[in-house]
């Protein structure tokens, strides 16, 4: 079974430029989250979907960050423009449903370097 | 609201040595515990988890932990360790209505020869 799929594993871009960041869940999994991970601390939920709705986006920074998750499936990440604090690694995890007692399984995410 | 704090940000340790990573909690709500591994350029992966039942948990690798709900804690244990144990280890409480996840800042496990 293909595990959870995002691209592209690094990116670079100067300030001010935009960036998206694509994931492709787990086959049959409804549940999507988006984490992001600063150097040296722990993922910290952006924004979590069941199919294509977002029920819970109170930490993603709304003037620059949008996400959409189309039909249910994949989903992407958007940051506009991007600032040097946002240079992280964005992880993408799905899980088959949102309840807390649920695996959550992770893509091996995106490295963002802010130049 | 919940919070999540690995006492160790890192874990020097030779092999065949015991190890003990360690893990304090706390939530307004009832929770249940996870302890996920990622190794150099990979996702995190679950190692173990605690959801009810028998307070000690044994999980992948050889890996167990105990869930001490009087301490709130939920530490990571393993006999002997080999060299591909060296990995970041996080600690995660996940509440049981929302399912809402919080994680550590992650313990950096190394193993020497």
């Known amino acids: 079974e293909a595990g959870v799929v995002q691209s592209p594993r690094y990116k670079i871009i100067e300030k001010k430029q935009p960036v998206a960041f694509w994931c492709n869940p787990i086959?049959?999994?409804?549940?999507l989250y988006w984490y992001r991970q600063n150097l040296g601390q722990g993922p910290e939920l952006l924004i979590r979907y069941e199919n294509e709705e977002a029920v819970d986006d109170s930490q993603l920074p709304k003037d620059r960050f949008s996400a959409e998750r189309l039909k249910g499936v994949d989903s992407t990440l958007k940051i506009q423009p991007a600032e040097l604090g946002d240079s992280a690694v964005y992880l993408c995890?799905?899980?088959?449903?949102?309840?807390?007692?649920?695996?959550?399984?992770f893509g091996q995410g995106t490295r963002l370097t802010v130049v | 609201a919940q919070s999540v704090t690995q006492l160790d940000s890192q874990v020097p340790v030779f092999e065949e040595a015991p190890v003990e990573l360690r893990c304090n909690y706390s939530s307004s709500v009832s929770v249940y515990l996870f302890w996920y591994v990622q190794y150099p350029n990979q996702g995190l992966q679950l190692l173990l988890k605690y959801l009810s039942g028998s307070t000690l948990v044994k999980g992948i690798n050889g890996f167990e932990a105990e869930f001490n709900k009087s301490q709130t804690s939920f530490h990571l244990r393993k006999p002997s360790v080999h060299i591909s144990d060296t990995a970041e280890y996080f600690c995660?409480?996940?509440?049981?209505?929302?399912?809402?996840?919080?994680f550590g800042d992650g313990t950096t496990l190394t193993v020497k020869p």
């Open positions: 086959s049959g999994h409804n549940t």
């Open positions: 995890a799905s899980s088959l449903s949102w309840t807390g007692n649920t695996e959550a399984f």
């Open positions: 995660a409480v996940s509440d049981f209505k929302a399912g809402k996840s919080t």
